[in-house]
């Protein structure tokens, strides 16, 4: 035996990544927490006005949501870095189609996004503005911009229930080619905090520390253990 084998081995994990199906608005996951908003995208045209936020937490699939609508608009998505680059006559031709601006609170631009969001009712266009708290408090000077935002209509993706959870953890879980247990799902879904970020970080966490092993109620745990407010008062009761 040499001095090295009886240390702990990394797992050797073949990851072959396929290349998967765009999401669309009727692929998209839905539950009670996103079911509202994901109706109202379907509807596009026949939106009551031409300009829609959708708001949501980080990682509550904002940018997922916003490609699958410009897919069943025949439109584009574009980052607000991006955004704040175009010319006012790439604006313009923006104005008369559907276009997402994915992140729209992080536009530094005002002038640009104040004029798409005129133009668009002057050339028949949609504007879709993703972003993580709701437009009236995105901080911006100019007076008239702000007060487009705030009399923006609202739809929001909003807190993963139940059913989301599982899916959300389904997903992960398979994208770093892990196996989800029903018994640690049934587990997990009693301790672990209700966003989105709780559960990317704890199927992240797991695949660090897994190390070949399987997924079980007493690994969930440990890796529930080093997560800061995410073990439930009922762990005592644990066997």
């Not at 870095?81 to 994915?102: M, N, Y």
């Not at 798409?116 to 008239?144: E, H």
Request: one cysteine or more.
């Amino acid at each position: 035996m040499t001095p090295s084998d009886d240390k702990p081995r990394k797992s050797r994990q073949l990851n072959l990544d396929f290349p998967e199906a765009a999401p669309t608005l009727d692929t998209l996951a839905v539950t009670s927490s996103n079911r509202t908003a994901i109706a109202v995208l379907k509807r596009w045209p026949d939106w009551r006005t031409p300009t829609l936020a959708l708001v949501g937490a980080p990682k509550s699939g904002l940018t997922t949501s916003a490609e699958a609508w410009a897919r069943h608009a025949d439109g584009e998505v574009i980052s607000a870095k991006s955004f704040d680059k175009l010319s006012h006559k790439k604006i313009e031709k923006l104005s008369a189609r559907p276009v997402a601006i994915d992140l729209g609170e992080a536009v530094r631009n005002e002038d640009n996004l104040l004029s798409i969001i005129n133009l668009c009712t002057r050339f028949g266009g949609s504007v879709l503005l993703t972003g993580n708290a709701s437009p009236a408090r995105w901080k911006v000077r100019a007076p008239d911009l702000a007060s487009r935002l705030k009399a923006m209509t609202l739809i929001e993706l909003g807190a993963p229930d139940d059913e989301m959870v599982s899916i959300r953890l389904r997903q992960a879980m398979k994208r770093r080619f892990l196996k989800l247990p029903r018994e640690v799902e049934t587990y997990l879904l009693a301790r672990l905090e209700r966003s989105y970020g709780a559960i990317e970080t704890f199927v992240e966490n797991l695949h660090e520390m897994i190390d070949g092993r399987e997924v079980t109620i007493p690994l969930a745990r440990l890796v529930l253990d080093e997560m800061d407010g995410t073990r439930s008062l009922f762990d005592e009761e644990d066997n």
